[in-house]
């Protein structure tokens, strides 16, 4: 009987990792808000550059500082790095008062080895305060996704009982 709960446990576990790892680098924000953008390297550069949906310039940083100068003008006042981080190969930014256009693919690009990091940003509207019925209808929706993965369990243990 203890085998099968450790079965199970590890199962329940094991899924969670599963699903942590799949939306590492996807963040879900709405109008108003702030996100930090994680960009660490095991190594430290001189130069990195932080681009959004591949043309846009979110942030530079050359020579081991950050430059706004050539920064578009959907982030001026919006973006925060983190220069005494850079040492440590922390190129990480803090993007604030988000709005819809700031949603989409960011790229930190470290021009010492070639390397980039993608993420994706997805940015949507408050949302209206739901009723009570929209409550309940959002809670019985989350039930029924849930639902296979548990019958799926409770199929593995009556077989391996």
């Not at 950050?66 to 578009?72: A, K, T």
């Not at 982030?75 to 850079?86: G, K, M």
């Not at 690009?109 to 305060?129: G, H, S, W």
Request: proline residues 6%; contains cysteine; positive net charge.
């Amino acid at each position: 009987m203890k085998a099968r709960c450790w079965v199970i446990y590890l199962l329940l576990h094991l899924t969670g990792k599963v699903s942590l790892q799949d939306f590492a680098n996807k963040f879900d924000r709405v109008v108003g808000d702030s996100v930090t953008l994680p960009c660490i390297y095991k190594l430290q550069s001189t130069d990195v550059f932080w681009r959004h949906n591949v043309s846009r310039k979110v942030v530079s940083i050359i020579s081991g500082k950050p430059s706004p100068e050539s920064q578009d003008e959907i982030f001026r006042n919006r973006t925060e790095s983190f220069p005494s981080e850079y040492p440590e190969g922390n190129y990480s930014i803090e993007l604030k008062d988000l709005e819809l256009t700031h949603a989409g693919i960011y790229t930190c690009f470290l021009q010492k080895t070639n390397e980039k990091r993608k993420i994706q940003l997805f940015v949507r509207e408050k949302p209206e305060k739901p009723t009570p019925n929209q409550r309940n209808s959002s809670m019985e929706t989350q039930s029924l996704k849930i639902m296979p993965f548990l019958i799926a369990v409770l199929g593995l243990t009556l077989h391996l009982i």
